[in-house]
């Protein structure tokens, strides 16, 4: 059987009046999986190149769709539930089956029309698609796969005293400090960081700015396009506080003062005082 929960690249194999038979390579039968009438490509030949998603339909059999999920296998997941009921919680991730979570499976009892951060897996024991807002259980940082100074992938998942929990590669937890923080952050939202620290317990501390010397040409070049944007002036300065330098640029007064310090030395911008301005050619 098509692993389910992936998309798969098959070829039309027949027109039936259900739909279309679609096949892989391997030629078997059961890798065989109905495209039904309502997905069907206006225009089509047999033996075209066709990429679907492969899950189980109401009555609980492998059909293809050409529709996009918003999760797939082994994923992770902002979605809205739309349903609760005996068994338990349904998703919107943008098929018409929705997603089921069981209450097991639910941090905190879910609620119609609110968000959740879910990670889709495979119920082995019904082979269906099933999601878990438990998402912790399915990070693990024994054996860590980062680096130092590395640029990770990033989901935000819950604030916290210290500041905000994030999934890192999609493998491990991490956390942002508060200090390290200079936008708004939410539940669900994705975002390069970097590594900052992993610590002798695993625990992997996280920054949205390249550690060191290294946010030195980012963030100058942020300048440099906020330049652009404001007609060449900015009412910047070292002088500034933190918290006008946040408001405009979204980074630290200090990552602000190296960066203009960069632009200064290459005579890409002047230091006025009220501000800084962009050196035209």
């Known amino acids: 059987m098509l692993a389910i929960g992936q998309l798969h690249t098959l070829t039309i194999d027949r027109d039936t009046p259900p739909g279309l038979f679609l096949k892989d390579d391997s030629g078997k039968k059961e890798n065989e999986v109905l495209l039904p009438n309502k997905y069907k490509p206006e225009q089509f030949e047999l033996e075209d190149e066709i990429e679907v998603f492969v899950y189980l339909d109401h009555d609980e059999r492998p059909v293809a769709t050409n529709l996009k999920p918003y999760v797939k296998l082994d994923e992770f997941a902002y979605l809205r539930c739309v349903e ?42 019904t082979e269906r698609l099933v999601a878990s807002s438990k998402v912790n259980h ?13 640029e990770v992938r990033l989901i935000v ?5 210290l500041g905000f929990n994030v999934i890192v590669n999609e493998l491990h ?20 960081g970097w590594v900052k620290k992993t610590r002798k317990d695993n625990k992997i501390d996280i920054g949205l700015q390249r550690p060191g010397y290294r946010s030195i040409e980012p963030n100058a070049q942020a300048i440099l396009n906020e330049l652009e944007l404001q007609n060449g002036f900015l009412p ?42 962009i050196i035209s050619e």
Not at 157 to 161: H, I, P
Not at 173 to 191: C, N, P, R, V
Request: overall charge negative.
């Open 236 to 277: 910047l300065h070292d002088k500034s506080s933190p918290e006008e330098i946040q408001s405009h640029l979204e980074m630290s007064k200090k990552s602000f003062k190296r960066a203009i310090g960069t632009l200064y030395k290459q005579k890409l911008i002047s230091i006025e005082e009220k501000g800084i301005k």
């Open 157 to 161: 998942t819950n604030k916290t005293e």
């Open 173 to 192: 937890q991490g956390l942002i400090y508060h200090d390290e923080i200079f936008q708004e952050l939410k539940t669900g939202d994705q975002l390069k």
């Open 138 to 150: 399915f990070l693990d940082n024994e054996e860590l796969s980062i680096e130092p100074f590395e």
């Open 84 to 125: 609760v009921n005996n068994i338990g919680a349904f998703l919107d991730w943008g098929l018409e089956k929705h997603l089921f979570v069981p209450f097991k499976e639910q941090a905190y009892p879910m609620k119609e029309g609110h968000w959740y951060l879910i990670f889709c897996y495979l119920d082995e024991a």
